[in-house]
């Protein structure tokens, strides 16, 4: 019985050493980023000069949130409690 005992306490303490969270800041950015995509579309542009002559590229993502759009506010929220346990510290507005 001790014998079992001591195999789950040393399965306990192994699974609380792999369970880390991540940090409020890292998956506040994070979870910035998933929520720019909650409607579906994403993408940017850009454009430069340089001594080769005129650069840019275009870089479009395109997910299946297109056909169900989701509140960005709302997965903001839930992607920083799934990653972390707790609410946000910052508004979506103040991490971008």
């Known amino acids: 019985m001790i014998r079992i005992t001591s195999l789950i306490v040393v ?3 192994g ?7 991540e940090s ?10 998933e929520a720019s995509l909650a409607d ?9 000069v340089s001594t ?3 650069t840019g590229g275009l870089s479009l993502t395109v997910t299946d949130n297109i056909f169900a759009p ?3 506010i709302a997965v903001y929220e839930n992607c920083v409690f ?3 346990g707790k609410s946000p510290s910052r508004t979506l ?4």
């Open 82 to 84: 799934k990653r972390t």
């Open 40 to 48: 579906g579309i994403g993408g940017s542009i850009r454009g430069g």
């Open 15 to 21: 699974l609380a050493a792999c369970s880390t969270t």
């Open 24 to 33: 409020l800041e890292s998956a506040e950015r994070k979870c910035a980023r």
């Open 70 to 72: 989701k509140d960005e």
């Open 52 to 54: 080769n002559g005129p």
């Open 93 to 96: 507005g103040m991490v971008r």
């Open 11 to 13: 399965a306990c303490v």
